[in-house]
């Protein structure tokens, strides 16, 4: 089933219909009754980045559309939730390793599911404890060579990140 939010009807506070209007530059959809404009923004998702040397840790899609493909461990930054925090405990959920952030690697768009537009931001992140395994969303977590990497990764962005960091010694 497609979700697409530009195919909303109704406004998500008063349930009243929505109406395209022009507001500002762009056509928004604004509710009839209450005023409320929604706004059609991107989630923010968050992933950390771990090396050992020239090995990356990546985990395997557990379920749902990406399940069976590689992808560096990430997650969504809930509501009300700081960016950093969010990094540090989608990693722990996925991979059990508690990690504290270094820099921000990238951050880049995501169009490769038009039903859930993302916002990707990827940390340096360093190991600091716990024991790996692989969690939540992913049913295996192991350590490639950024040289040799697997051909199904989950995500176009990771791809990007990884070609960047293949070219990157380590610091």
């Not at 219909?17 to 968050?46: D, I």
């Not at 996925?94 to 951050?107: K, P, Q, R, S, Y």
């Not at 880049?108 to 537009?117: A, K, T």
């Not at 790996?132 to 040799?148: E, K, M």
């Amino acid at each position: 089933m497609s979700c697409n939010p530009t195919a909303f009807r109704f406004c998500p506070c008063c349930g009243q219909p929505l109406e395209k209007r022009l507001r500002g530059y762009r056509e928004r959809l604004v509710c009839q009754a209450c005023g409320r404009t929604v706004y059609l923004n991107p989630a923010v998702g968050v992933a950390v980045i771990v090396r050992q040397g020239e090995q990356i840790l990546l985990g395997r899609r557990a379920r749902g559309q990406y399940a069976g493909t590689w992808c560096i461990p990430c997650g969504y930054v809930e509501w009300g939730e700081e960016v950093h925090q969010a990094a540090v405990r989608e990693f722990k959920e996925e991979t059990g390793l508690a990690v504290v952030l270094g820099e921000i690697v990238a951050v880049h768009s995501n169009f490769h599911d038009p039903d859930r537009l993302t916002v990707g931001i990827w940390f340096a992140g360093t190991v600091v404890g716990g024991r790996l395994h692989a969690g939540d969303d992913l049913d295996q977590v192991t350590f490639f060579n950024l040289q040799n990497l697997p051909e199904n990764l989950a995500f176009p962005t990771d791809r990007l990140v990884l070609a960047e960091l293949a070219h990157k010694p380590v610091a």
